[in-house]
């Protein structure tokens, strides 16, 4: 069996008196794409959150290609290659698309004008995104300098995910990217992240979108009560099931975990 | 899968009608004029600035479209451009100041205390001035952005702060213009005259255009400046993006209070000596420029040529009635009026959907 890409032991994180993680494990293998399904409250937040930085955990261990790591800051993880898109999207309205792409990491221009002066090289980072949003089909003009706030729904997810796959080198954490979108939309971000997987990237992907959830997914990491309850391959199992081990109902067989 | 689960099938095949792709269409003349205003925003005040010099200079002719006339304008908005400058920055991230007018004032009389009642030289004294600048802008700045108190309240407190440790320091004594004209006529420098043509220029006003010109291009074309955009457009999306929001503020308002004590530099030289009584109009007449200039008060959008024209709008207007011998009132009301009419035409702009 080849060695997870992301993997979490024993991840313990409470707020107060509440237990969000609760001695949970988490696996990832190399270009597959995991769906985290779980109730709202499960914590599949807060294990996320501890993969991505944004959360410290108390207890547990996080390995990224086998070796341990400790994020203390979203831009920790950032660095070591794991990317998240946020439901929120996390990207300014009111500036260019280029520039949401680049947020954070701007590309100086070389020699004393970027060294000096620290002027960005705005060429470069409009080629670059204009590149990466050309390889994901999502390019269909040159206007790279639209402002976000002018885009649909689907096109600023697109932007989202086209920013996370041109510096995820590792990993890309997808939260509920289809949740605020319409039908139609949604399938074009379905088929986004399957090129982003066909690519060689792995994904996790947090949805409470079943049929999405099982259409796209290799295996679904079911959360439950702060833990992980099992891991189910999507073709052996129907989406009642899934729902049934999520909510409790049901118990899942011992060898599903 | 079930039967029932793929109702989402449907959409699968039809692929043809490309809605997630970035298109600019043609639309009609006014959306037209929306987008490059959208795109543009330093362009409204820059067609009221032209405007209205054209409308006074049809009603007043060589007295008011003169280079003299002109130029004085300059040199009566120097004081308030410069702190438009520092305002801009602060409303670009969301935030107000209401200390920019107490920074300024108190700039100079600091400038002017190190040298006559210590005798520290003047070069010294004024780094030690901008120094003091800055720090006050950096206590505005601790307070926001680490103990997360709102702008408005900060300023609030910190401009009766230091406004009154302004009066209790300098005594509330005047240095007069013919002291500092004899031992340190550095603290003047600003107000160093020299003409071109008719066009009569002060070091301050040059000091104003480049600074200007050279914030437009730092928020331009550097890093930090897309961050200011970004901290006042959506701090959150910012800090998830990977912006370090807390500097950036911090820094914000560091710089705000040096270029107000800068603005207090150039004070000493428009009004020749240092006087803890003035600049008190600075904090409204800033926010004025700014508002006018097209920056919107909700952070993230507008561009700070636009204050500086706004600021030689409202230098228009007070030459331009003054000229034609109206009651001084008239500029308030019409000041008040192009305040409103500036805010209803950002709402305008920012309507991109339509």
């Given at each position: 069996?080849?060695?997870?890409?992301?993997?979490?032991?024993?991840?313990?994180?409470?707020?107060?008196?509440?237990?969000?993680?609760?001695?949970?494990?988490?696996?990832?293998?190399?270009?597959?794409?995991?769906?985290?399904?779980?109730?709202?409250?499960?914590?599949?937040?807060?294990?996320?959150?501890?993969?991505?930085?944004?959360?410290?955990?108390?207890?547990?261990?996080?390995?990224?290609?086998?070796?341990?790591?400790?994020?203390?800051?979203?831009?920790?993880?950032?660095?070591?290659?794991?990317?998240?898109?946020?439901?929120?999207?996390?990207?300014?309205?009111?500036?260019?698309?280029?520039?949401?792409?680049?947020?954070?990491?701007?590309?100086?221009?070389?020699?004393?004008?970027?060294?000096?002066?620290?002027?960005?090289?705005?060429?470069?980072?409009?080629?670059?995104?204009?590149?990466?949003?050309?390889?994901?089909?999502?390019?269909?003009?040159?206007?790279i300098n639209q402002t976000v706030e002018t885009l649909s729904g689907g096109q600023r997810q697109g932007v989202a995910v086209a920013r996370a796959a041109a510096?995820?080198?590792?990993?890309?954490?997808?939260?509920?990217?289809?949740?605020?979108?319409?039908?139609?939309?949604?399938?074009?971000?379905?088929?986004?992240?399957?090129?982003?997987?066909?690519?060689?990237?792995?994904?996790?992907?947090?949805?409470?979108?079943?049929?999405?959830?099982?259409?796209?997914?290799?295996?679904?990491?079911?959360?439950?009560?702060?833990?992980?309850?099992?891991?189910?391959?999507?073709?052996?199992?129907?989406?009642?099931?899934?729902?049934?081990?999520?909510?409790?109902?049901?118990?899942?067989?011992?060898?599903?975990? | 899968?079930?039967?029932?689960?793929?109702?989402?099938?449907?959409?699968?095949?039809?692929?043809?009608?490309?809605?997630?792709?970035?298109?600019?269409?043609?639309?009609?003349?006014?959306?037209?004029?929306?987008?490059?205003?959208?795109?543009?925003?330093?362009?409204?005040?820059?067609?009221?600035?032209?405007?209205?010099?054209?409308?006074?200079?049809?009603?007043?002719?060589?007295?008011?479209?003169?280079?003299?006339?002109?130029?004085?304008?300059?040199?009566?908005?120097?004081?308030?451009?410069?702190?438009?400058?520092?305002?801009?920055?602060?409303?670009?991230?969301?935030?107000i100041d209401l200390s920019v007018g107490a920074i300024t004032v108190i700039s100079s009389v600091v400038m002017g205390q190190m040298t006559f009642r210590y005798?520290?030289?003047?070069?010294?004294?004024?780094?030690?001035?901008?120094?003091?600048?800055?720090?006050?802008?950096?206590?505005?700045?601790?307070?926001?952005?680490?103990?997360?108190?709102?702008?408005?309240?900060?300023?609030?407190?910190?401009?009766?702060?230091?406004?009154?440790?302004?009066?209790?320091?300098?005594?509330?004594?005047?240095?007069?213009?013919?002291?500092?004209?004899?031992?340190?006529?550095?603290?003047?420098?600003?107000?160093?005259?020299?003409?071109?043509?008719?066009?009569?220029?002060?070091?301050?006003?040059?000091?104003?255009?480049?600074?200007?010109?050279?914030?437009?291009?730092?928020?331009?074309?550097?890093?930090?400046?897309?961050?200011?955009?970004?901290?006042?457009?959506?701090?959150?999306?910012?800090?998830?993006?990977?912006?370090?929001?807390?500097?950036?503020?911090?820094?914000?308002?560091?710089?705000?209070?040096?270029?107000?004590?800068?603005?207090?530099?150039?004070?000493?030289?428009?009004?020749?000596?240092?006087?803890?009584?003035?600049?008190?109009?600075?904090?409204?007449?800033?926010?004025?420029?700014?508002?006018?200039?097209?920056?919107?008060?909700?952070?993230?959008?507008?561009?700070?040529?636009?204050?500086?024209?706004?600021?030689?709008?409202?230098?228009?207007?007070?030459?331009?009635?003054?000229?034609?011998?109206?009651?001084?009132?008239?500029?308030?009301?019409?000041?008040?009026?192009?305040?409103?009419?500036?805010?209803?035409?950002?709402?305008?702009?920012?309507?991109?959907?339509?």
């Amino acid at each position: 069996m080849t060695t997870p890409i992301l993997s979490a032991k024993n991840l313990v994180k409470r707020y107060g008196r509440v237990t969000a993680l609760d001695h949970c494990d988490f696996e990832l293998m190399p270009g597959e794409i995991l769906a985290v399904i779980g109730d709202n409250g499960a914590g599949k937040s807060t294990l996320i959150k501890a993969l991505s930085g944004a959360v410290v955990p108390e207890e547990g261990e996080v390995y990224l290609d086998g070796k341990r790591v400790s994020f203390t800051a979203p831009t920790d993880a950032r660095d070591a290659g794991i990317e998240t898109v946020y439901q929120t999207l996390a990207m300014s309205p009111a500036l260019s698309i280029a520039d949401n792409m680049f947020m954070g990491r701007e590309i100086r221009k070389p020699g004393i004008m970027g060294k000096v002066f620290r002027q960005l090289d705005r060429k470069a980072m409009e080629d670059f995104a204009r590149q990466k949003l050309s390889d994901l089909g999502l390019m269909t003009i040159q206007n790279i300098n639209q402002t976000v706030e002018t885009l649909s729904g689907g096109q600023r997810q697109g932007v989202a995910v086209a920013r996370a796959a041109a510096f995820g080198s590792k990993v890309i954490i997808l939260d509920e990217p289809t949740a605020a979108l319409g039908v139609k939309e949604s399938r074009r971000v379905l088929e986004l992240i399957q090129d982003v997987r066909d690519r060689g990237i792995p994904i996790i992907l947090i949805s409470h979108n079943m049929p999405h959830v099982f259409e796209l997914a290799d295996r679904v990491h079911i959360h439950r009560l702060g833990r992980r309850l099992c891991v189910i391959n999507p073709r052996d199992y129907s989406m009642s099931d899934a729902v049934a081990f999520m909510t409790g109902a049901k118990e899942p067989e011992p060898q599903a975990a | 899968m079930s039967k029932s689960d793929s109702y989402e099938d449907i959409v699968k095949t039809r692929r043809e009608e490309n809605f997630a792709e970035f298109q600019d269409e043609d639309h009609g003349f006014m959306h037209r004029v929306q987008h490059t205003l959208h795109v543009t925003p330093a362009l409204v005040p820059l067609i009221v600035l032209v405007i209205s010099i054209i409308v006074f200079g049809a009603l007043l002719g060589s007295r008011f479209f003169s280079p003299f006339a002109l130029t004085l304008i300059l040199q009566q908005v120097q004081i308030v451009g410069i702190v438009a400058a520092a305002q801009s920055l602060i409303i670009l991230t969301a935030g107000i100041d209401l200390s920019v007018g107490a920074i300024t004032v108190i700039s100079s009389v600091v400038m002017g205390q190190m040298t006559f009642r210590y005798g520290i030289p003047p070069a010294i004294s004024i780094v030690i001035g901008l120094a003091f600048g800055t720090l006050c802008g950096a206590l505005n700045g601790l307070l926001i952005s680490r103990m997360k108190l709102p702008p408005f309240i900060v300023t609030l407190g910190t401009w009766q702060i230091i406004l009154a440790s302004n009066y209790l320091y300098s005594r509330n004594e005047t240095i007069r213009a013919q002291d500092i004209e004899t031992t340190a006529p550095l603290l003047q420098f600003m107000g160093t005259k020299f003409q071109i043509g008719g066009a009569v220029f002060t070091f301050g006003v040059v000091f104003m255009i480049v600074l200007m010109l050279l914030m437009a291009w730092i928020l331009r074309h550097t890093a930090w400046g897309r961050h200011v955009y970004a901290v006042g457009d959506d701090p959150e999306a910012a800090q998830l993006s990977g912006v370090n929001v807390k500097a950036t503020i911090m820094s914000v308002y560091m710089i705000a209070g040096l270029i107000c004590a800068f603005a207090g530099w150039a004070l000493i030289g428009r009004l020749g000596s240092v006087s803890p009584t003035s600049a008190y109009e600075a904090n409204i007449e800033s926010i004025t420029a700014v508002v006018i200039g097209g920056i919107s008060l909700f952070g993230g959008r507008g561009s700070i040529l636009g204050a500086l024209f706004g600021a030689l709008i409202v230098g228009v207007f007070t030459l331009g009635l003054r000229l034609l011998g109206a009651d001084a009132q008239w500029t308030y009301f019409f000041i008040g009026v192009l305040i409103i009419a500036a805010v209803a035409v950002d709402q305008w702009i920012r309507k991109v959907s339509a």
